[in-house]
């Protein structure tokens, strides 16, 4: 049976594993390639870089962090942040990455991740999706850019304002209270709406070739109190490729209910593996526990 | 020496790697003509079955590939280059392989709740114990990453099977001809293992 997979999130800026949040008070964490290794050993099922390093002429570090770290590490790495050509993929892939994850890019041109999975195979195309809910209804504030330009068929719908769990907080203390709230594809870090419904959009990414989806709900992100069960589990039964539960994570047992009742193939996390609260052993061990499928690396069983 | 196939579907340094970890030396071939005189031979690949059989005929790699086998040395094909050896594939349409083994490459039938491509890491069921398995344990965890999987006609050459809404080939074995559907290069101990199975097979077979 196709274990599910846990994957540990690694910001990596100027060269260096950063800590921080929102990208704010980063904190030197060490160096990506032992971290990577250390992480391998651990029992990681995949690693992701996310390359927070702002500008382009910076390439060239990230390159070489990922060509180092393919040097140790015997699983698959995938990178993300900035990617906006196919010469960007082509280098990264050579440089010895297994997959490269494509945010905003996808969002201002969709035939790129055509073009990109029909050149390097759907195996390697990765699409991030960042929705947030905006509130609409009598009113309430919602920002209409770039509605209009959205084709109808991907346009955001009302959906039910959550009733209950972590979010519905924020939705009942508004007044008026609104009725339905847009599930709204966000860009740039999760500050500009697109107008995109976050379901529509997840199944024209898998039409236009994307393997793989990584959903953060940005709702979630941040918080620690758990993934967006309701986004992921609707993603996820919306497509037919695997979906990657990210943003929220405080604990395994949040990660048992991303892989469970949201259905998600794989759960990422940053900050729960980073400040050594959980090590990627103890996650496996209460996922097992709960009855997840997991991998758990027994390197003894295997005689070298 | 060993010759890792490179027919410009995907990247091979991470086989060249993982053979460089355990000490042993692997070239990255693009001349066809340096198969005849190789100790062994790694024929990888990912990427969509019609564009990877042409690039290896434009690449004028098939020939030399059955002579190789020929001569009874070892041949590993990895993911799509265990795909290849078959018959006919189904790939967006049908295309014909180098048909080394009897049988067909499909996709997996879509069902409710079941992920297409099938990818991440899954167990083996050993079938058969193939001296590529050596060392390595029933229920063992590798690492998958595809949509389609073979179909052989003759289970005979099964070594192998892995379970993803219901049993599928992972694995096979033909006299000197080995193939695995999954990336022992990214399958972290059980793959290395597997590798140095294959670098250690002798090659008057």
Redesign the interface.
Request: proline share 5%.
């Given at each position: 049976?196709?274990?599910?997979?846990i994957i540990p999130c690694l910001d990596v800026h100027a060269g260096r594993v950063v800590k921080g949040v929102n990208f704010l008070n980063l904190r030197d964490a060490g160096d990506p390639v032992e971290v990577a290794a250390r992480y391998?050993q651990q029992g990681a099922?995949e690693l992701v870089f996310l390359d927070i390093t702002a500008s382009h002429e910076e390439r060239e570090i990230i390159l070489d962090v990922v060509q180092r770290t393919?040097?140790v590490i015997?699983?698959?790495l995938t990178v993300g942040g900035g990617i906006r050509t196919l010469e960007d993929i082509r280098e990264l892939?050579?440089a010895?990455c297994?997959k490269v994850s494509i945010n905003s890019a996808a969002v201002k041109d969709p035939e790129f991740v055509r073009q990109a999975a029909l050149r390097?195979?759907?195996?390697?195309i990765v699409v991030n999706i960042d929705p947030k809910r905006v509130p609409i209804g009598e009113g309430t504030e919602t920002s209409e850019a770039g509605r209009d330009e959205v084709p109808e068929a991907l346009r955001v719908v009302p959906r039910p304002v959550p009733s209950e769990g972590p979010f519905s907080e924020k939705f009942s203390t508004l007044d008026p209270r609104p009725s339905t709230v847009y599930w709204d594809v966000h860009i740039n870090g999760g500050r500009v709406p697109t107008g995109l419904d976050a379901l529509a959009w997840a199944r024209h990414v898998e039409e236009l070739g994307a393997?793989?989806i990584v959903l953060t709900s940005m709702d979630a992100d941040g918080t620690k109190d758990g993934y967006d069960i309701e986004i992921t589990k609707a993603v996820s039964e919306a497509v037919?490729?695997?979906v990657v539960a990210s943003g929220g994570c405080g604990s395994p047992e949040h990660m048992v209910a991303a892989l469970t009742a949201g259905?998600a193939?794989?759960a990422l996390a940053a900050s729960i593996f980073h400040y050594g609260e959980y090590s990627i052993g103890e996650t496996k061990e209460c996922l097992a526990a709960h009855g997840v499928p997991v991998?758990r690396?027994d390197?003894s069983?295997?005689?070298? | 020496m060993i010759q890792i196939i490179d027919y410009g579907m995907?990247?091979l340094?991470?086989v060249q790697?993982?053979l460089e970890?355990l000490g042993r030396q692997a070239e990255i071939c693009t001349d066809p003509r340096r198969i005849a005189g190789a100790e062994r031979v790694i024929l990888p690949g990912?990427?969509?079955f019609r564009d990877a059989i042409t690039q290896l005929r434009s690449h004028g790699f098939i020939d030399p590939i059955r002579d190789f086998l020929d001569t009874g040395r070892p041949f590993l094909g990895i993911c799509l280059g265990l795909q290849l050896l078959f018959d006919v594939g189904y790939e967006d349409g049908e295309y014909e392989g180098l048909g080394l083994v009897p049988g067909s490459v499909v996709r997996f039938d879509?069902a409710p709740?079941?992920?297409?491509?099938?990818?991440?890491?899954?167990?083996l069921q050993i079938e058969r114990r193939t001296p590529l398995l050596e060392?390595?344990?029933e229920g063992?965890?590798v690492?998958f990453?595809?949509?389609y999987h073979v179909v052989p006609e003759d289970d005979s050459v099964v070594a192998t099977r892995t379970?993803?809404g219901g049993p599928f080939v992972s694995m096979i074995a033909q006299g000197n001809l080995y193939a695995t559907q999954f990336h022992p290069?990214?399958?972290?101990?059980?793959?290395?293992?597997l590798l140095?199975n294959f670098a250690k097979l002798p090659i008057n077979a």
């Open positions: 049976m196709l274990a599910k997979r391998e099922d393919s040097e015997f699983m698959p892939l050579k010895g297994d390097f195979g759907s195996q390697c393997g793989e037919e490729i695997p259905g193939s794989a991998r690396e390197t069983a295997v005689r070298q | 995907g990247n340094r991470s790697k993982a970890k990912v990427g969509a879509s709740g079941l992920k297409i491509p099938h990818m991440g890491w899954n167990a060392g390595i344990p063992a965890y690492y990453v595809h949509s379970d993803h290069e990214k399958s972290q101990s059980v793959g290395l293992k140095e």
